[in-house]
């Protein structure tokens, strides 16, 4: 075959922008695929495992004495060497003292209206800043698995320092109510629990999250999203499981409370962990009512219903002992 049979039969290179263009289209896949499975969920998980008090809630500046109550300001730390701030407000008639645990880039003043309604009843209040929250120490958020400690921490502090005979009663909402579950779990001195809105595991919670905010598929976002969070805060995921805790609280009385209209922690959630809970005291409180786009909204939707039922269900749980220590 001649050369010039050879130039006729070989096949022409693309033009010289095609072949660019081909190539600008494999590193912006390339480019496109690090930063959605590798750089974002990353990403996400820095956000969460450093979370701190929201802006809006940093300006509040109501204390209990806004509402007439009685209060001292009281540090306390951590197992694990965290400083806690919080406050104290004692307790009246009904000879118990309710550690109120807050949610996720919130403060103790998200629970101040509902724990001062309380307190004009009778029950003692201590709100306090979850680690990397408000005025309490630095630390890795862990969504409630080592928030956990914080909780324990605030039981020690009331027995050992101020050294109650009050009963103790933890009361948490979403992030703080799946650290006071794990705790109860851990605690024999919690009289009762009531939780509401808890996640119902990590695993859960970071895939239910994934699909409703971010509408990607769970696998493999989620799991790039878990192993970043873990990671990051040093902690086994698979210990943080609030439905697990639920059945090593044992007889002791649980609540479980959830807004109809929660789109984060729905209802479901709530009504699992209820039939998991062997307690023959437990109870089960949905609310109805506006404030869908609020999440953990039961308070804010029937403030009136939230305290009587909370109040009837303390006062049944608590009616045999209620002048001892657990």
């Not at 300001?73 to 008639?93: N, R």
């Not at 119902?200 to 919670?205: A, E, I, P, R, V």
């Not at 697990?244 to 002791?252: H, L, M, Q």
Request: charged share 25%; hydrophobic share 45%; aromatic share 8%.
């Amino acid at each position: 075959m001649s050369e010039s049979d050879k130039v006729e039969t070989s096949k022409p290179r693309p033009p010289r922008w095609r072949r660019i263009l081909k190539r600008v289209i494999i590193s912006l896949i390339i480019v496109a695929i690090v930063l959605v499975f590798g750089v974002f969920p990353w990403g996400l998980a820095a956000l969460v495992t450093s979370a701190r008090t929201r802006p809006m809630d940093r300006n509040l500046t109501e204390t209990p004495a806004d509402f007439g109550a009685q209060f001292k300001d009281v540090e306390f730390q951590t197992s694990d060497g965290v400083k806690i701030s919080g406050w104290l407000v004692p307790s009246g008639a009904k000879h118990a003292t309710i550690i109120f645990s807050h949610g996720l880039f919130r403060s103790r003043r998200e629970l101040l209206e509902r724990a001062m309604d309380l307190s004009k009843l009778g029950y003692g209040a201590l709100l306090y800043d979850q680690r990397n929250h408000g005025a309490s120490g630095a630390a890795r958020v862990t969504l409630g698995y080592n928030e956990r400690l914080d909780v324990e921490a605030a039981v020690r502090f009331l027995l050992d320092e101020v050294r109650t005979t009050d009963k103790i009663v933890l009361l948490g909402i979403s992030m703080g109510a799946s650290a006071a579950l794990l705790a109860a779990a851990e605690t024999p001195d919690v009289a009762a629990v009531i939780s509401d809105s808890s996640f119902l595991s990590f695993k859960d919670t970071v895939d239910h999250h994934v699909n409703m905010f971010l509408r990607l598929p769970r696998f493999p976002f989620s799991n790039e999203l878990r192993f970043y969070i873990q990671r990051r805060a040093g902690f086994d995921g698979s210990q943080l499981d609030a439905l697990e805790a639920v059945k090593r609280i044992g007889d002791r009385p649980v609540m479980f409370i959830a807004a109809a209209h929660d789109r984060r922690m729905p209802p479901a959630i709530a009504e699992d962990l209820y039939q998991a809970c062997s307690s023959s005291k437990r109870d089960l409180l949905i609310i109805d009512g506006p404030g869908d786009s609020v999440h953990a909204h039961g308070y804010q939707a029937n403030p009136k219903l939230y305290v009587e039922r909370v109040s009837a269900f303390l006062q049944s749980a608590l009616r045999e002992s209620e002048h001892s220590r657990p």
